[in-house]
């Protein structure tokens, strides 16, 4: 007998190329993180350690009754149409289990996009077919017809995208939900700073749509992992099925639920990001080596740069940090810029002024 890893490993997983978060990627000191798009201002939440203490032998609610009927007032839609997750990342990961066979079946993803769904994908050994958008960011249908077969389960619509910044064509999104008979997945992250509406009240019209949102971006609480998906009440009752029986702790139940009460504090953020947004992107435009700025719909903004490896560099070294996306086809010469604080984006700003290449 003799242990051997390799040997007991599965195949996809040797293989598997890990999701690398903003902060896999740099861990030192920085004064201005730009890179994880989230809201910079601060979280709606008061900590109430005491209050908490109190629960912390009892295992927390398995279905989240409580949170669920506070969101479900927020976002007008039935608690049996709410999923919560650890992070949207547990909604992408059920899904894929829950509709894809390993080994046999298939997913669509719409690179250059968000990339948990391809990992999540490869981590269960599910194949990914990838359709790239168009030169504005925008689904080629026809191509994404060409690609489904009877394996495949799945189609992931990131809207607004990421890393791009806008909007998917909402006729777009009804083509592919009314002619493809899996599952549509819209993952909304950044819906809270669209111009366009929310898919999620649509959800009688289309009984293959998942509607994804999350508390880690215009709710300011990353931290705490609360993920939302809005579907069908069948679909919701198997992702309940599959998910880890508390897969939301307590203090997460707890601190999202009060941070869920403020909402028109978070409602002023969303608004002054906008503000900030504009102003960034005004700026960056009349920067020498910028070579185009895309239009956002998200609290973040894709910057096209002459030199955009050597700026990254730069703003490092300067305690800024942002996303360099150059790397990544789609996105060739491109930073990924989060909107931060007023402050922070006047430094940003003033620190790109006083680049030389
Ligand atoms: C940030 C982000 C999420 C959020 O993931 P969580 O696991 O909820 O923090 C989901 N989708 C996209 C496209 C994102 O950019």
Redesign the pocket.
């Known amino acids: 007998m003799e242990f051997n890893l390799e040997y007991l490993v599965r195949e996809n997983i040797k293989n598997l190329a890990p999701y690398s978060t903003a902060r896999h990627e740099f861990s030192g000191d920085a004064s201005v993180m730009l890179d994880a ?1 989230e809201n910079a201002i601060g979280s709606p939440v008061a900590l109430t350690i005491n209050e908490l203490q109190e629960q912390l032998n009892r295992y927390p609610d398995p279905v989240q009754t409580k949170l669920k009927q506070r969101i479900s007032a927020i976002k007008g839609l039935p608690v049996e149409n709410i999923f919560t997750g650890n ?3 547990e909604a992408i990961d059920v899904l894929i289990r829950i509709f894809c066979e390993p080994g046999f079946d298939n997913i669509i993803t719409l690179p250059p996009t ?1 990339g948990m769904y391809g990992v999540a994908a490869a981590i269960n050994n599910i194949k990914v077919k990838e359709v790239p958008l168009n030169a504005g960011f925008q689904m080629d249908i026809q191509a994404i017809a060409d690609a489904v077969d009877e394996y495949t389960k799945i189609i992931f619509i ?1 809207s607004p995208n ?1 890393p791009s910044g806008n909007s998917i064509n909402r006729q777009d999104i009804e083509v592919i939900l009314n002619n493809f008979d899996g599952i549509v997945v819209v ?1 909304e ?2 819906i809270n700073y669209a111009r366009q509406k929310t898919l999620s009240l649509q959800l009688a019209d289309h009984p293959n749509l998942v509607v ?1 949102q ?1 508390l ?2 215009a709710w300011g609480l ?1 931290a705490l ?1 609360l ?1 939302l998906a809005f579907a069908g009440k069948e679909i919701i009752q198997l992702m309940n099925n599959v998910k880890y029986p508390y897969n939301i702790n307590i203090a997460t139940q707890e601190l999202a639920l009060q941070g869920l009460q403020n909402i028109e504090q978070v409602n002023a953020w969303i608004r002054d990001c906008i503000e900030q947004r504009n102003w960034l992107e005004n700026e960056l435009n009349q920067l020498p080596y910028t070579q185009k700025v895309y239009p956002s719909d998200a609290n973040f903004l894709l910057v096209k740069m002459t030199d955009a490896n050597n700026i990254f560099k730069y703003l490092q070294q300067k305690g800024i940090i942002v996303r360099n996306r150059s790397s990544v086809p789609g996105c060739e010469d491109c930073l990924r810029i989060t909107v931060g604080t007023e402050n922070e984006n006047r430094i940003l700003i003033d620190t790109l002024k006083a680049y030389t290449a």
């Open positions: 798009n992070g949207s990342d968000y990131c990421n993952d992250a950044y994804l999350t880690s971006k990353a992992r993920g």
